[in-house]
């Protein structure tokens, strides 16, 4: 191992102990299981939006981002332009209204309007969906540490799902709070330093004008369809996340949550433009890599301390992001199928031994996927948009609580995960983007059972 690569995994691990000290100081709120997913107190808003904020410009978003700008350039960054008006919508629309709630997992909130059933196919679509995001997060932080170690990338997404399991399972919500707003300044910092690397390497912006095709700069080369689709998912995942529910609820009051979703919205859109432009140069200095290899190829070729912020960045993003989302498909498991079926007599030491059960096996289970997944932003953006079903009837919850029927809302979910699945492993044929069939799936059944209710029916035959 050269001098290089033992100063930036020397730095790294020194991170990650720290970042373990700072967990295992906080673990006195995790010796119950509802101290454990809900963090023991209330968190002020910067802590919470740093939360978010980590969980989405996490390592798959990053190096997909990149990715996509090495293929097509600036308008890759329309992904978290997406993310910012998803959270600037959250603030003004439902921060109130699931902080009021009280309750922390979707599947609670929509159990009192649509009842039981649409209680466990929620909770099922939200495991579901976290654990697509992180195959994805997996497999790019495997690709960075295979690029920097020089590694095989099957044995790095193998490491990096071990440390994660162990990481999580320490400290609970309270401890993925606090690391977690460490882990958001290093990353944010760490593509800083990158971006300006890779334009000083390029020879700045004029010479990227110069030297690449003009529609690498046009804003719309993704496309409106693509464009359309990213708001959908991004918008719709924001909504209906499961760890997003459970940081609003922790926070200090419906202002604070509030605030902490126009913290991350005002950050989105420089960090999206940010890492587009790293692909973009990377096109430029490196043509002949792949195009999933733009960010960790550029990793390779700076400063060594510099590397090393953005690898210790990156990797704390990703552990991060699968520690929120392994964390809350854990607590969905343990709240909506385990207390629930086996646990009836509520046993806090069964409920805490369960759920750092359910967070090593959610854990591990996505590795086997993440060592053939390429395609870091498709496949991020599929767990994302299968959560736009939820996100529809969530606001149909608060705001149209009597639109549409029980049976409607798990109609919904299940025609959007089948719909939106086969989609997308068609290939999204006709430019058509899977996410268009998780929105429209729960519009279209609460629509057709709002208009063959009883009632509607008597109203529609009645003489005018």
């Known amino acids: 191992m050269n001098t290089r690569i033992s100063v930036i995994l020397s730095l790294t691990v020194v991170y990650f102990v720290i970042m373990t000290l700072v967990g295992y100081a906080v673990r006195k709120h995790a010796k119950s299981s509802e101290g454990f997913t809900g963090g023991g107190?209330?968190?002020p808003a910067y802590l919470v939006g740093a939360l978010l904020l980590s969980e989405f410009i996490g390592s798959s978003v990053s190096i997909g981002t990149a990715q996509k700008g090495f293929e097509i350039g600036i308008s890759a960054a329309w992904n978290l332009v997406a993310l910012s008006l998803g959270f600037l919508l959250l603030a003004f629309v439902l921060a109130k209204k699931y902080k009021e709630t009280g309750l922390n997992t979707?599947?609670?909130?929509?159990?009192?309007?649509?009842?039981?059933?649409?209680?466990?196919?929620?909770?099922?679509l939200t495991i579901f969906a976290l654990s697509i995001v992180c195959v994805a997060l997996y497999a790019s932080g495997g690709a960075v540490l295979a690029a920097v170690l020089g590694i095989d990338k099957n044995l790095a997404?193998?490491?990096?799902?071990v440390v994660t399991v162990f990481y999580v399972s320490l400290g609970g919500m309270r401890s993925v709070v606090y690391t977690n707003f460490i882990h958001a300044l290093i990353?944010?910092?760490?593509?800083?330093?990158?971006?300006?690397?890779?334009?000083?390497?390029?020879?700045?912006?004029d010479a990227l004008q110069a030297q690449l095709p003009t529609a690498m700069f046009d804003w719309n080369a993704v496309g409106l369809g693509q464009i359309l689709a990213w708001m959908i998912g991004g918008i719709g995942s924001i909504f209906a996340t499961q760890y997003v529910i459970q940081a609003l609820v922790s926070s200090d009051d419906d202002k604070t949550a509030k605030r902490a979703c126009l913290y991350v919205s005002g950050l989105m859109i420089p960090f999206g433009i940010a890492t587009a432009m790293i692909g973009m140069c990377s096109a430029l200095l490196y043509p002949g890599i792949k195009s999933i290899d733009a960010?960790?190829?550029?990793?390779?070729?700076?400063?060594?301390?510099?590397?090393?912020?953005v690898v210790i960045g990156l990797a704390g993003a990703l552990f991060g992001g699968i520690s929120a989302g392994t964390l809350a498909s854990a607590t969905l498991l343990m709240k909506d199928f385990y207390n629930p079926l086996f646990n009836p007599q509520q046993d806090d030491r069964k409920s805490g031994v369960f759920i750092r059960v359910a967070i090593l096996v959610l854990g591990l289970l996505p590795l086997i996927l993440a060592m053939f997944a390429d395609k870091l932003l498709l496949i991020a953006f599929l767990g994302k948009a299968l959560r736009a079903a939820l996100?529809?009837?969530?606001?149909?919850?608060?705001?149209?609580?009597?639109?549409?029927?029980?049976?409607?809302?798990?109609?919904?979910?299940?025609?959007?995960?089948v719909s939106t699945i086969a989609w997308f492993l068609a290939g999204n044929p006709y430019g058509i983007d899977s996410s268009y069939f998780a929105l429209a799936s729960p519009l279209l059944t609460m629509s057709i059972t709002e208009l063959t209710k009883p009632g509607q029916r008597r109203?529609?035959?009645s003489p005018t």
């Open 41 to 43: 107190r209330s968190f």
């Open 391 to 417: 996100a529809v009837l969530i606001l149909m919850c608060f705001y149209a609580p009597r639109f549409g029927t029980p049976k409607g809302a798990l109609a919904g979910i299940v025609l959007s995960v």
């Open 459 to 461: 109203r529609a035959g």
């Open 295 to 309: 960010l960790p190829v550029l990793v390779t070729h700076m400063p060594t301390l510099a590397a090393s912020l």
């Open 157 to 161: 997404i193998i490491l990096v799902g």
């Open 187 to 205: 990353k944010y910092l760490g593509i800083l330093v990158a971006l300006i690397f890779a334009l000083r390497s390029a020879g700045g912006i």
């Open 106 to 124: 979707i599947s609670a909130i929509l159990a009192r309007n649509y009842g039981e059933r649409v209680r466990y196919a929620a909770s099922g």
